[in-house]
């Protein structure tokens, strides 16, 4: 299934390193979410963007900075992080419409590990 | 009471076995509801959207009842592929669409 992507799928770095996530969908939807996924957690929303615009930060901590460009492409930008952010990282696309809550399709996620 | 709440077992059960999961949720507003299913190491895949009429897609039926805010997820003949984590999906009233996941329930189908 190709319908959303991410990469890396993988990711090793310190806690100076600069890295950038990207996540593409392929499903014409015109929303996309960045999730994060500890273990023994339920997933935790970080971002939305719905057009485009973010409508949502889920009292993120600045280290983490999304962007999106256009509908099809997500990005969370990184910089400084603790040991503790590691974790799974989720991309997610929606039709979004008149804020009904439409099912959401995963990406295959960015296993991220912070040293 | 958490927003969504899920035993998170495991289940282990036979080949071929019936087995029944409860979700409950803490928002009566909510009005979207999903079961997603988890495979270890992998990303979240819907499995089924929950109407409140009750729905079923082969050997799985989900049902709702709003009265008692919960959800249930029902797999019957359960096979050794349905081995997995069953996430409790419910949208979040007043946000503009969000989802809230439970933990999610593993369930073990052994030979």
């Known amino acids: 299934e190709t319908g959303v992507t991410q990469t890396p799928r993988h990711l090793v770095m310190g806690m100076t390193n600069k890295k950038s996530l990207k996540c593409e969908q392929h499903?014409?939807?015109?929303?996309m979410y960045w999730y994060k996924q500890s273990a023994k957690k339920p997933l935790e929303l970080m971002f939305v963007?719905?057009?485009?615009?973010?409508?949502e930060n889920n009292s993120v901590p600045s280290r983490f900075s999304p962007e999106c460009p256009n509908s099809s492409h997500l990005f969370l930008h990184l910089h400084t992080l603790q040991p503790e952010d590691s974790a799974l990282y989720l991309c997610?696309?929606?039709?979004?419409?008149?804020?009904?809550?439409?099912?959401?399709?995963f990406g295959p996620g960015t296993r991220l590990t912070v040293t | 009471r958490k927003e969504v709440e899920q035993d998170p077992g495991p289940f282990n059960v036979p080949e071929g076995a019936t087995v029944a999961f409860n979700c409950t949720y803490s928002?009566?507003?909510?009005?979207?509801f999903f079961w997603y299913r988890q495979d270890c190491r992998k990303e979240p895949k819907l499995l089924m959207s929950?109407?409140?009429s009750g729905n079923e897609d082969g050997r799985f039926t989900a049902q709702l009842n709003r009265a008692s805010q919960y959800i249930s997820l029902l797999i019957r003949d359960s096979k050794l592929s349905d081995s997995a984590t069953y996430l409790c999906?419910?949208?979040?009233?007043?946000?503009?669409?969000?989802?809230?996941f439970g933990k999610g329930t593993k369930l073990s189908v052994k030979p």
């Open positions: 997610a696309s929606s039709v979004k419409s008149d804020g009904r809550p439409y099912e959401q399709y």
């Open positions: 499903l014409g939807h015109n929303a």
């Open positions: 963007y719905s057009l485009e615009e973010r409508v």
């Open positions: 928002n009566s507003a909510s009005q979207s």
């Open positions: 929950v109407y409140s």
């Open positions: 999906v419910v949208n979040l009233p007043g946000s503009q669409g969000n989802l809230i």
